[in-house]
Nanobody
């Protein structure tokens, strides 16, 4: 049973933007801190950002100032706005709440 559904990944040129979405399909996590992670082949999953139930967000140093997390309680959805993307941002991005993970969405930054 899929509980977190990500979307919005794709191919973008360096300097471009993407917005990822993560829908809480089961409406289980409206009062829970949710997080974004990313992973590239051969590397451990890396924490990117997290956002509390009231919208307070913190970020990894590598994305601070470029990425913005937000959430829409009415849509049970969290977002990750990614601006000024760099090739090193290329990864599969995952949404997380407690011990539940989404299926991941591929982000590729390349010219």
């Amino acid at each position: 049973q899929v509980q977190l559904v990500e979307s919005g990944g794709g191919l973008v040129q360096p300097g471009g933007s993407l917005r990822l979405s993560c829908e809480d399909a089961g409406s289980r996590f409206s009062g829970v801190t949710m997080a974004w992670y990313r992973q590239t082949p051969g590397k451990e999953r890396e924490w990117v950002a997290r956002i509390t139930s009231i919208g307070y967000a913190v970020y990894a140093a590598s994305v601070r100032g470029r990425f913005t997390a937000s959430r829409d309680i009415t849509r049970n959805t969290v977002y990750l706005q990614m601006n000024n993307l760099k090739p090193e941002d290329t990864a599969v991005y995952y949404c997380n709440a407690r011990d539940v993970w989404g299926q991941g969405t591929q982000v590729t930054v390349s010219s």
